[in-house]
């Protein structure tokens, strides 16, 4: 009988993985996305409202993320952009919590 799915893999992101910094968590996920085949873009980030330097909260997000906007000058455009992105919901938002961010939002799936 096959234990490789019963056991967990410490190179692959879950709820309550903690890190020093943000930018150790986006290599952490950047290494990870790699891995399977996808890169990763910062999506947002949201400020300590006291120093408006610290972040506080953060999600990375699959390159594919999301919908692209229609483009307001379209009637314009001779030779438009090709659609990249595909709607995948593969992100990870991190937290900070006693001064180590938390992993706090974690979505596998790939289209």
């Known amino acids: 009988m096959d234990n490789s799915m019963a056991t967990t893999d410490e190179n692959k992101p879950h709820i309550g993985?903690?890190?020093n910094s943000d930018n150790e968590a986006y290599d952490f996920y950047n290494s990870y996305g790699r891995r399977l085949g996808f890169s990763v873009r910062k999506e947002y980030v949201n400020k300590s409202k006291k120093d408006n330097?610290?972040?506080t909260s953060r999600r990375f997000a699959?390159?594919?993320h999301g919908i692209r906007r229609k483009d307001k000058h379209d009637i314009d455009v001779n030779s438009p952009r090709e659609e990249t992105r595909t709607a995948c919901p593969?992100?990870?938002g991190i937290m900070l919590e006693n001064g180590?961010?938390?992993c706090h939002d974690f979505v596998e799936d790939r289209p």
């Open 17 to 19: 993985m903690q890190f």
């Open 53 to 55: 330097t610290t972040t």
């Open 62 to 64: 699959c390159n594919n």
């Open 90 to 92: 593969a992100h990870i």
């Open 100 to 102: 180590k961010y938390r």
